[in-house]
């Protein structure tokens, strides 16, 4: 008992798995009461158990297992994951539980497998089931059949598949063990009962004494259908409705489930396939052509042997079949054709729907043969002819047949006649349309009247039999000319006929009524009338009067007349005297006097003829009134109108007489029975009176009444022929116009349309322009309906006239026909609208049947046949040459091409590709040419293009694609869907036929109504491609999975993933579930508005009626409605159909009361909180491949808060024709709902990013016409994307990029630089760059070329995450494989490079030596051109000027406009200014204005004269938010200081010289008055970039341009140099300069200042003392501790820059030994802790070892003479400040520092001072070291400088000096000079610089150490166009800025300029504040983060000051266009003062 207290205590599940078999006894039996407690599924208590249930049914303890058992029942019936037990469990209870002796362990088993089925799981459960009949234990087989039996019985046929379990019953009757035997009959007994017959074949090898038993079994089967009694779980609605049933004992659902599930299994489907083409006789096809008949008959009986075999696998029997029809057709061995027939007969039977594509060769073989007389022979062929029929449809043999029928053998004609009887059997109405019967009518009414009796009988049986299957309604209108006694043998014909489908007479009753109800002939191939009510109640349109043909009920036989009481009585009662009348005999006159006289007065009758008109006028008065008083029945019509046409007759004189008796036979031929035969009295009359002016309208009145009376299409054909007989114009043209009237007065029914063609064409050529008209108008109204194919027949009329045609038919274009008004009464009493409204639908198709065809048959001979086949490629060309020219002068062809279908199908596979290119063309001419009847070649050529969709070249693919959609549109979708072919294709593992055929039929299918069953084959494939390795495939098979489920349902859809693997099945369940939530509606039935040409307004509207029909009948589609109910439903049906009609307009009215609405619905915070969903993941993250259906499904719900519903509705509709018209919509709303827009803007996007996945170019196109004007809107607005916005959008319009069209590529480029304008280009930048990592080249090439566009545009900023890694990225494009993409890549860095010169390379890194080759030569190639541009423009610019107050963007465009221009004209588009903001922003340099200013100076600058300075200073005015009128002054326009002064830096680096030049001018201006340079500050930094930018420009680009005068570069220079100086004269100012900045000014100064270009200029040297004398002003005013750390940092850059020279690095040294002279006076300004971790980095980078191996030691001697200064003038304390060093040990300096303190400590003042000054002394005499003797060298330079004290050899003794130096470089001279005055040491000293110089041949260094003030002056002369610069005095003083500012006054009051005083204003702080830690890169690097922040917010808010000022600038005339070269003079002369002054 221990025991048991432990294991009671475990919770359930774990008992279940105890080991003590107590323990889980009890654990099942708590587990049992568990689940059956447990209320909830989805409960997650349920999954605790998924993995113990197995062990439930399998314990090994017999107790215990019944009890697992029971539990594992309740499991399965309970929980809903128990369906993934499935496989283990079934498994378990068939190994388990069925060899148990316990009959109720295996009772409990057989439960459990039920169980799963009821849960969806009878796949699995089954073939665990037939697995176990393989099992030895015979116990476990008959549980198996037992269960397999007892669900069969339960659950039906449906929903347990037959097929694997009769493949493996024959062996179960082969089983020696008595009780498998027995429980396999029982089971074949219970098979038998839901499939019947078709159980036979498969067990027809058994054993024949089963057999026998068996047959007496199945004898005593019920003959009532068996019902489902047992349902699954989706199958509830059927449950309660069986039980319902039960309990009412209705007997009428028996019937509908007879009906049902009789076609339900076919035996046929139940064979195994034989595969015989490998089994034919090796030499077949010789013995076959063999000329002994025994031979041939040899090779047929092996044939015939093989084909004896039911079921036959697929293959390519074009082969065999072509040699069986030779023999049928040639050979003159009469018992062979019949052979051969019958091998034909077995091929059929065997091959089925897959025989179809050879069915339209054989047939006509077989007609022809029908000449033979012997009985055998005949009947062969018909059994040939009936097999392959069942192979094919009548319509793709239509032709065929009908080119027999007119054959002269009688015996041909009677055998045609009766296939056609025989096949007819077959149809149903459907199957059997008007235009089908239109055609074989008319054949066999030729044949009831032929001499041959056998011909009548056989023509009499078939018309009975179309009769019986179409219905009277359909036939009666082509039997109107047929005599009373045929119709009724025909009638009697029509009763004997039994049909294929639905037997009684009451079933084609429903047939019959079934068509006009769904309002076009349902195309439900194969299907019984229930089954076809069944799908019509289903359909969205349709229902509304489907219950009503179930109305006539139950009693069917009896019923005919009845059925058609409502509709059928008044087609026959009408028609039945009318009949007779038709075919009146002809009266003679005595007759008709006889009958006339009988009803007219005698006196009425004597004056017909009299001399005296009054007496004919009264006559005729008389007439009328007896007319009038007659009834119908007495009225003798043809006695009447014979008596009016007596003499004179229709020769009447008289108008007044001719009056009367016109409008007398208008009341004849309304009041009496009226035939034809008198019709034909008075119609000549008529006409010849109908052009008569007074008579005229009588005579038309009097036609129409005849139309009335005889149908208007025959009245119409005599009346026309008869007009045009005549040659009287006025009559013919009359004529055209009545019958343009009388088509809209009765409709086009029945109208010859061929007949009126031949008189119109004869109208359109005559002379009279009145008859031309009239035939116009009649062309029109035809036009109404028959629609565009009546265009056809007059394509090769005159130009002229055609267009009046084209002219006619576009008023008439969106009109619809009128509703017939007259007409009705005589021929469709009730049917109405209906009868009408198909017979209009098929004018359509009858027009393009009418065409004149031309029969090329004898064009195809066999020698073109084999031309087309030949070996040589150019002969097979040739051969498909002549095709092309055959059919383009046939232009319309008849199906017969012979053996056309044969070569071109070959072709196809031509290892040429171009040669199958031309056959795809070839084919699609073909489809044109032939019309519908290219039906007959879907098989044996359609499908081979569907083949051909696989290719692996692109544009094969696409002429592949577009000649399928050219069949297809002609021939329908039914011929491409029926039969296995399509599902064998889309077998093939070839993705991209997959994918192809895929998105093919996903295009397709949800245009279709119905679809055949065949659709189902394709499903398994569809399957595995959804799991296809290929990503475009598993996209496609997911995109058409809504459209088959569309047609097939989602039950059978789920069904076929039974064969599927268990993970694969729930995969594809998943995928079906969510399919089943897109599943789009069946397209709605035609409108029954009045004709087939309703044009697309029509369609439009009845979109929605179909949506309304689909909820009155509780949304039919989801529901599927039993047949049942249809029956039940009754009147009260019929009557909600009545109102379901009606309703139909209102949603029209509805809709239109909807869209007037907004179509945007702001939402609150509604675009935030979509944003925080996707932060936070509630929703998914907009980021694809392709669009899944869950992005979709999100979008559609986010969208329907925000978007009208009938919009959302066209956005997601399935056809893209409905999203142009949303985009339509949303572009006429984009102005008037701009809040809306911007509040659904991140939805929109989205939406159009699926847009972009869209196949169809229409919407592409439109999508992107909408983006172009949504972000112009949005840039008006100021709006910016947000990121959210950007990255769900930007990635994919760059996909667009890469399009094959040139147009959506050029229109996805404008729109990425409009987006510029709400997007920062820096982030667009990120985007694009990853478009270039594209496979597709195209996209890479574009992208690339827009990446060199920005940077163009917006400088090398926008690169991102930065310069160096964005130009790799680039670079790498260079060795693309593509032409394309590699000269993107080249043009692109070439761009970069005009803009950043030689730093390109060392940003690109290493490049291989070809592309690097590449580059060079291309940067070669547009070395010329950057400069080209701003001298053109410079040029050009006076003569641009603008007027004020135009638009400023009018002056956007350039000359020469290139990408850059355009982003910034979309940049500036408005050109209104904003308030100056609150942050000054603006401060920040413009640098993409810089750079952007190399190509496109857009700016006239103003002259400096022109400008009132002091203005600048007013207060500020805040300026209103509208455009101002422009004041020519500059400073009028900008009232914000800083504004202006960010506007002329922008200036100072423009490409163009002379801009820059006047920009300079000006800031050196404000910089040389003390009072108002203050100004300046803030703006430091940004000046100086502006300016070694310019200096980079010139180096890199003016100085190699040959066409740029020396002398401006020479100006340039001077003016940077003299503004530089008068910058770092202020103090104040020069200190703000940044670190960064320093050292990339210092940079270029030093590289100026060896650059030997400058030398060789005139006047250069000039410039190099500028540079010189500056480069001091600069180490001398900066802040100390920047500029310090600007050397140490450009010294570091500069050795470890393999580029750079040992030049560069000594003179950035010699700065540094300056700096280190001025370190005693300025030590206590300098932040040490800088310093020293710049000296830090220093020596990380380059440690000792490495300064060791440069060739110079004066690296290291220089560091270490700047550590020692420092650690000398700070001591001990220098240790205290490595603070900002966080690892110290990277580096020696701390052990540096230590040393040098603890030896300064060690020595004694004096000694430290002397070694200071040794070291000092050291540096400055740059002596290398190298140790002589002490002594010889005390000895030596003794001896020297007693040479330098006597005058006589003072250089002899400076020279020797120099030499012993450079010989000795370590030798010490400090202690000679020591004693010396400080004098004779500087003499010294600058004596030796002097000789170093001469002997160099430099003059560079003149200056740059040790010269003492008093010297400056002489050895730096002023530069030639310096304004200013700090020269000496003649007393040795500075002259301070003061001296010159106050020469500027007196200059300016020269030049009449005043001189306002400044106003104390405090000083503008800078934005860029300096940074505590300072960088090693350059100021670019370092301000990076600033300027790319400012430049963002700059790009975002267009109308910056900055960006305004240049929009002013650029629209208006600032300085009149001559005085811009005067300007220029002005300032020449004006330096050249200021020079001669200071001289």
């Known amino acids: 008992m221990g025991d048991d207290s432990e294991w009671m205590k475990l919770p359930i599940d774990q008992k279940c798995e105890h080991k003590l078999w107590k323990a889980r006894l009890n654990g099942y039996e708590e587990a049992l009461k568990l689940f059956q407690k447990i209320d909830d599924e989805k409960s997650p208590e349920w999954s605790k158990y998924l993995g113990l249930i197995k062990k439930f049914v399998t314990d090994a303890n017999a107790v215990a297992q019944l009890k697992g058992l029971e539990a594992a029942l309740a499991y399965v019936e309970n929980a809903h994951v128990a369906g993934k037990t499935t496989g283990e469990v079934a498994s ?63 659950f039906g046929s449906k929903i347990i598949s037959l097929k694997p379990i009769i493949k493996v019953l024959p062996k179960l009757f082969e089983s020696r063990e008595k009780a498998v035997r027995d429980e396999a009959k029982l089971f074949a007994v219970e098979i038998y009962r839901w499939i019947r017959d078709a159980l036979r074949p498969p067990l027809q090898n058994i054993n024949s004494v089963q057999l026998k038993e068996l047959e007496e079994e199945w004898v005593k089967v019920s003959s009532v259908a068996p019902k489902q009694t047992r349902f699954l779980r989706s199958q509830q609605e059927l449950k309660a409705k069986f039980e319902q049933q039960q309990a009412t004992g209705d007997a009428d659902g028996g019937d509908d489930d007879e ?34 008949w025994q031979e041939r008959k040899e090779a047929l009986e092996a044939v015939e042997v093989l084909v004896k075999n039911p079921k036959l696998e697929s293959g390519d029997y074009a082969d065999l079949v072509k040699v069986l029809k030779k023999v049928v057709g040639k050979d003159t061995n009469v018992m062979l054709v019949a052979l051969a027939a019958k091998c034909l007969a077995g091929l059929a039977a065997g091959l089925r729907k897959k025989f179809g594509q050879y069915a339209g060769h054989v047939v006509p073989t077989i007609l022809e043969k029908f000449k033979e007389k012997k009985p055998q022979v005949v009947q062969a062929l018909q059994e040939a002819i009936d097999a392959i029929f069942l192979t094919t449809t009548l ?495 046939a232009k319309f062809i008849q199906p017969n091409i012979g053996e056309l279908p044969v070569a071109l199908k070959s072709r196809l596979n031509d290892s040429n590709k171009i040669l199958v290119q031309q056959t795809l063309s070839i084919l699609q001419q073909l489809a044109t040419a032939m019309g519908p009847n290219i039906k007959q070649h879907v098989k044996n050529l359609g499908i081979p293009v569907i083949t051909v969709l696989g290719d692996s070249k692109n544009n094969v693919r696409a002429a592949a694609l577009a000649t399928v959609n050219a069949w297809a549109e002609q021939t329908g979708m039914k011929e491409w869907l029926e039969g296995e072919d399509l599902s064998e294709e889309l077998k093939k593992e070839n993705p991209f036929l997959r994918q192809e055929l895929l998105g093919w039929l996903a295009e397709k299918l949800p245009t279709l109504r119905s679809v055949p069953s065949d659709l189902l084959l394709c499903v398994p494939h569809l399957y595995s491609c959804l799991e296809d390795r290929n990503g475009d495939v598993r996209k496609k098979a997911q995109d058409a999975l809504p459209f088959f489920m569309m047609h097939l349902g989602f039950e059978k859809m789920a069904k076929a993933t039974g064969k599927l693997k268990p993970t694969s099945k729930d995969q594809v369940l998943a995928m079906l579930e969510k399919a089943k939530a897109n599943m789009p509606a069946k397209p709605a039935p035609p409108a029954k508005a009045s004709s087939r040409v309703v044009g697309e307004a029509t369609s439009a509207k009845f979109q929605p009626a179909s949506a309304l029909a689909e909820d009155s009948v509780s949304n039919a589609m989801e529901s599927k409605p039993d047949p049942k109910k249809a029956k039940a ?60 259906d869950e992005y979709i499904e999100q979008l559609k719900t986010q969208m329907s808060t925000c978007v009208a519903k009938w919009l959302q509705d066209e956005m997601f509709h399935a056809d893209f024709q409905h999203h142009n018209k949303a985009l339509a919509v949303m572009i006429e709303h984009l102005e008037s709902e701009k809040d809306g827009v911007i509040s659904c803007l991140d939805l929109i996007l989205k939406w159009l990013t699926l847009r972009f996945f869209d196949t169809n170019t229409s919407v592409l196109m439109k999508a992107l016409e909408y983006l172009k004007l949504l972000f112009h809107l949005l840039s008006q607005e100021e709006y910016h994307l947000t990121e959210n916005e950007a990255s769900s959008f930007i990635p994919y ?327 530089m100086i008068s910058l770092f004269c202020i103090e104040n100012l020069a200190r703000e300069a940044s670190t960064g900045v320093l050292k990339d000014l210092m940079h270029g100064l030093i590289t100026l200042m060896l650059d030997s270009r400058v030398e060789d200029l005139e006047d250069g040297d000039q410039v190099i003392r500028a540079i010189n004398f500056l480069v001091v002003k600069v180490l001398e005013k900066s802040d100390q501790t920047n500029i310090l750390s600007a050397l140490v940092v450009l010294l570091q850059d500069s050795l470890l820059a393999t580029a750079s020279s040992p030049k560069f690095s000594e003179l950035v040294m010699k700065c540094l030994w300056r700096m280190v002279r001025f370190l005693p006076q300025t030590i206590n300004s300098i932040n040490l802790d800088r310093i020293l971790l710049d000296i830090h980095m220093f020596m990380k980078v380059l440690p000792k070892e490495k300064l060791k191996r440069c060739k110079s030691e004066l690296p290291i001697r220089t560091l270490k003479t700047v550590i020692y200064t420092l650690c000398k003038q700070k001591g001990p304390e220098i240790l205290d400040h490595l603070t900002m060093i966080d690892n110290k040990n990277e580096s020696e300096l701390e052990a540096v520092l230590c040393k040098m303190v603890k030896n300064s400590m060690d020595q004694t003042r004096n000694k430290a001072e002397k070694d200071t000054e ?47 130096k450079k010989t000795y470089s370590d030798a010490d001279i400090e202690p000679f000079l020591k004693n010396s005055s400080q004098f004779f040491q500087s003499y010294v000293e600058r004596g030796l610089r002097l000789i170093e110089v001469e002997r160099e041949g430099k003059g560079r260094i003149a200056a740059s150490t040790g010269v003492s003030p008093q010297m400056e002056g002489t050895c730096v002369p002023a530069p030639t166009h310096t304004v200013s610069s700090s020269v000496g005095n003649t007393n040795g003083e500075e002259v301070g800025p003061s001296f010159y500012l106050e020469r500027l006054r007196i200059l300016r009051q020269r030049c009449g300029l005043d001189n306002a005083k400044q106003e104390d204003r405090p000083p503008l702080t800078s934005l860029l504040s300096k940074p505590a830690i300072p960088t090693v890169a350059s100021s670019t690097d370092m301000l990076h983060s600033k300027l790319s922040q400012l430049r963002e917010s700059r790009e975002q808010n267009q109308h910056l000051d900055l960006d305004s000022n240049q929009t002013h600038s650029s629209g208006t005339a600032l300085v009149p266009p001559s005085s811009a070269a005067t300007n220029i003079d002005d300032l020449k002369k004006r330096l050249e003062k200021i020079k001669s002054s200071r001289k």
């Not at 009789?262 to 013995?287: G, M, N, R």
Request: net charge neutral.
């Open 259 to 292: 009906e049902e599930a009789a076609p339900q299994v076919d035996a046929y489907e139940l064979l195994e396939a034989v595969e015989i083409l490998s089994k034919l006789p090796k030499d077949f096809y010789e013995k076959i052509e063999a000329k002994k």
């Open 1129 to 1188: 439903g009754g009147p009260s049906s019929k009557v909600k159909g009545v109102q379901g009609k009606k309703v139909l307009n209102k949603p029209n009215l509805k809709e239109d009361d909807d869209k007037s609405g907004p179509i945007f619905i702001i939402v609150p915070n509604g675009k935030e909180q979509r944003m925080k969903d996707e932060k936070g993941l509630k929703v998914l993250k907009w980021n694809f491949t392709t669009p899944r």
């Open 395 to 889: 319509q793709n043999i239509s032709e065929d047949i009908l080119a027999v029928m007119d054959n002269k053998n009688p015996t041909i004609k009677q055998q045609t006649s009766l296939f056609i009887a025989r096949s007819f059997r077959h149809c149903t109405p459907s199957t059997l349309p008007k235009s089908l019967l239109k055609p074989f009518c008319a054949a066999l009414l030729k044949h009831i009247n032929d001499s041959a009796p056998e011909v009548r009988d056989a023509g009499f049986e078939a018309l009975g039999t179309a009769l019986k299957v179409a219905g009277e309604k359909a036939v009666n209108p082509f039997l109107a000319d047929v005599d009373k006694l045929k119709l009724d043998r025909i009638k009697e014909c029509a009763e004997k006929v039994e049909l294929v489908y639905g037997k009684k007479t009451g079933g084609a009753a429903e047939k019959k009524e079934s068509k006009p109800i769904a309002g076009k002939p349902s195309a439900l191939s194969g299907s019984g009338g229930d089954k076809e009510t069944k799908d019509a109640a289903s359909k969205p349109g349709p229902p509304k009067k489907a219950p009503a043909v179930k109305a006539g009920g139950p009693p069917k036989k009896g019923k005919p007349a009845a059925a058609a009481g409502a509709g059928g009585a008044g087609a026959k009662g009408k028609k039945g005297p009318e009949t007779k009348e038709i075919f009146e005999s002809e009266l003679s006159i005595e007759v008709c006097e006889e009958k006339a006289a009988a009803v007219l007065p005698a006196s009425c009758i004597q004056q017909l003829d009299s001399g005296n008109w009054k007496e004919r006028l009264a006559c005729m008065e008389e007439f009328q009134k007896a007319v009038e008083l007659m009834e119908r029945s007495e009225m003798p019509c043809q006695a009447l109108v014979r008596m009016l046409a007596k003499k004179p007759g229709w020769k009447e004189t008289n108008f007044q007489v001719m009056q009367m008796k016109l409008h007398i036979v208008a009341l004849i031929a309304q009041k009496g029975n009226f035939s034809k035969t008198s019709a034909q009295v008075v119609l000549d009359g008529l006409v010849d009176k109908v052009g008569d002016v007074k008579c005229g309208s009588n005579a038309k009145e009097a036609m129409t009444a005849i139309a009335e009376a005889c149908q208007l299409p025959w009245t119409a054909e005599q009346v026309v022929a008869m007009a045009f007989s005549q040659k009287n114009p006025k009559n013919q043209s009359e004529t055209l116009n009545w019958l343009s009237n009388a088509i809209k007065e009765f409709g086009f029914s029945g109208l010859n349309v061929k007949a009126f063609i031949g008189n119109v064409k004869t109208a359109l050529a005559a002379t009279n322009p009145a008859v031309r008209t009239s035939a116009i108008t009649l062309l029109g109204v035809m036009y109404l309906y028959v629609g565009p194919p009546l265009r056809m027949f007059f394509e090769d009329e005159k130009p002229a006239l055609l267009s009046q045609i084209d002219a006619e038919f576009e008023k008439m274009q969106g009109q619809t026909a009128p509703a017939p008004t007259r007409g009705l009464s005589k021929h469709s009493a009730v049917t109405g609208d209906d009868g009408e409204e198909e017979e209009q639908e098929d004018v359509g198709s009858d027009v393009v049947d009418l065409l004149p065809r031309t029969d090329i048959g004898d064009k195809i001979t066999a020698e073109l046949v084999s031309k087309i086949g030949d070996k040589n490629w150019k002969i097979r060309k040739e051969g498909l040459d002549e095709v092309t020219s055959i059919i383009n002068d």
């Open 92 to 154: 378990g209870v068939v190994n388990k539980v069925f060899n148990q002796p316990k009959a109720r362990a295996k009772e409990l088993g057989l439960d459990i497998c039920l169980m799963y089925i009821e849960i969806e799981k009878g796949e699995a459960v089954q073939e665990e089931l037939l697995k176990g009949l393989d099992n030895k234990n015979p116990k476990i087989i008959v549980a198996c059949i037992e269960t397999l039996r007892r669900a069969l019985s339960e």
């Open 1293 to 1619: 319009l760059i996909l667009k990029v890469g399009e094959p069209k040139d147009v959506i590529r050029k229109d996805v480029r404008a729109i990425l630089n409009r987006m510029c304008l709400i997007y920062p280009a820096s982030k667009m930048f990120t985007f694009i760059m990853e478009g270039t990592k594209s496979k597709n080249s195209k996209q890479r090439a574009e992208c690339l070329e827009e990446l060199g566009c920005l940077v163009e545009s917006y400088g090398m900023n926008v690169c991102q995450p930065s310069p160096g890694k964005a130009l790799k990225e680039m670079a790498t494009h260079i060795g693309d494989r593509d032409n394309t993409v590699r000269n993107a890549a080249l043009n692109t860095i070439v761009t970069v490079y005009n803009v950043h010169g030689d730093q390109v390379f060392k940003l690109i890194g290493n490049l291989s030596e070809k592309d690097m080759s590449m580059l060079e030569e291309r940067i070669k190639r547009s070395a010329k051109r950057p400069s080209a541009a701003p001298v053109r423009q410079a040029e050009e610019r006076p003569q641009r000027t603008q007027p004020p107050g135009t638009n400023s963007s009018a002056l956007r465009k350039g000359p020469a406009e290139d990408m850059s221009s355009k982003l910034n004209q979309n940049r500036n588009m408005s050109g209104h200014s904003e308030t100056a903001p609150t942050v000054p922003r603006e401060f920040q340099l413009d640098l993409d204005e810089i750079e952007n200013d190399n190509s496109n100076v857009r700016c006239e600058m103003p002259a400096l004269v022109q400008h009132k300075l002091d203005d600048i200073y007013e207060p500020l005015l805040i300026p209103e938010p509208k455009i101002h009128s422009v004041t020519p002054h500059f400073d009028d326009m900008h009232s914000n200081i800083a504004s202006t002064i960010n506007f002329v830096i922008s200036q100072v680096a423009s490409g163009d010289t002379s801009t820059s030049i006047q920009a300079l001018a000006q800031i050196d201006e404000v910089l040389r008055q003390e009072d108002k340079a203050e100004v300046m500050s803030g703006h430091i930094d940004q000046f100086l970039i502006a300016t070694f930018m310019q200096l980079r420009l010139m180096y890199n680009t003016h100085m190699a341009d040959e066409k740029l005068d020396k002398d401006e570069i020479l100006k340039l220079y001077g003016c940077i140099m003299g503004t």
């Open 1814 to 1860: 040794k070291g000092a002394s050291c540096v400055v005499s740059d002596v290398k070291e190298e140790k002589a003797a002490k002594v010889k060298a005390n000895d030596i330079l003794a001896e020297i400088f007693k040479k330098i004290g006597s005058k006589e050899n003072t250089k002899e003794g400076l020279a020797e000096l120099y030499e012993y």
